[in-house]
């Protein structure tokens, strides 16, 4: 297993397990799969409040209650912003409190991780970070991140937030490249040369902030899975 290290001390694993489709699952299967992962080295957990409905989170933190010291030997992490009917609410009220039901879901009392889920044009970063600063002095979030920001989004909330922001996390997949791609294809007039993300993958790098890789083995957006696919053999 890789690890990165984007502060001294915080050893993160490579590969992480994604929560987004465990609701529906059968509990035997599902905790054999966390404790395989976890035994793997595979030891972050990707969550987000609204996962499986509202509903994955507390399929999760029932693993947690049934398997007593699992939860200090991995990391957790949430996510917020988006309310249910796809609504962005990135006031201080909403991130605070879905952190508190994220964390009773959990049955566990502190978060390692807490992305912003998706950029939100009306967003403040003032109140943002005073979620964050909050929810850090509660010891209830310990590092923090964001998700489907660019550059500049990034940068936005970074000049009002104190605490470094460590992860971004973005769409890619083998079949879905544009943060490689223009990259690839600088200075040419191919099609892969439009910068659709800000370079944000050259920004990362820069700024030793994790890019983590969500749908892995998805192509398109949410069109199906690539692997053993017959569209791609
Ligand atoms: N930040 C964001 O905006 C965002 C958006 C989407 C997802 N995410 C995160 O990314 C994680 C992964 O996303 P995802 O679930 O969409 O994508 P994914 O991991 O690319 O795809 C999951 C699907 O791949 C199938 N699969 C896995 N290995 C396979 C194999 N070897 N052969 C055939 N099929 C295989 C699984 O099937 P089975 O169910 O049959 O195992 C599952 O249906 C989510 O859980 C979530 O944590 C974040």
Redo the contacts with the bound molecule.
């Keep these: 297993m890789n690890y990165y290290e984007p502060v001294p001390g915080l050893r993160l694993p490579a590969a ?6 465990i609701a529906e699952m059968e509990y035997g299967a599902l905790e054999r799969q966390v404790l395989l992962a976890a035994e793997l080295g595979m030891n972050f957990f ?3 409040d609204f ?1 499986g409905e509202f509903r994955s989170e507390a399929r999760f933190g029932e693993v947690l209650a049934r398997n007593p010291g699992l939860r200090e030997k991995i990391y957790v992490q949430s ?1 917020c912003g988006i309310r249910i009917g796809g609504i962005y609410d990135s006031s201080a009220e909403h991130i605070t409190k879905s952190v508190e039901n994220s964390l009773r879901s959990l049955h566990t009392d502190y978060l390692d991780f807490l ?1 912003i ?2 950029p939100d044009p009306l967003a403040r970063p003032d109140e943002i970070a005073r979620a964050f600063e909050g929810l850090h002095a509660a010891g209830k979030v310990r590092y923090f991140g964001v ?2 920001h660019n550059p500049a989004q990034i940068e936005a909330l970074q000049q009002a937030v104190p605490h470094k922001l460590l992860i971004n ?3 890619m ?1 083998i079949l879905h490249t544009p943060m490689i791609d223009h990259g690839v294809n600088v200075n040419t007039k191919f099609a892969g040369a439009e910068d659709r993300d800000g370079s944000v993958l050259e920004y990362c790098k820069a700024k030793q902030i994790m890019l983590q ?6 192509y398109g957006f ?1 069109e199906g ?1 690539f ?2 696919n017959p569209k791609f053999p």
């Design positions: 992480a397990m994604g929560c987004m489709r990707d969550h987000a996962y996510k992305l889920h998706r998700s489907n996390q973005m769409q997949s890789a969500w749908s892995p083995f998805q949410f899975v692997v053993d």
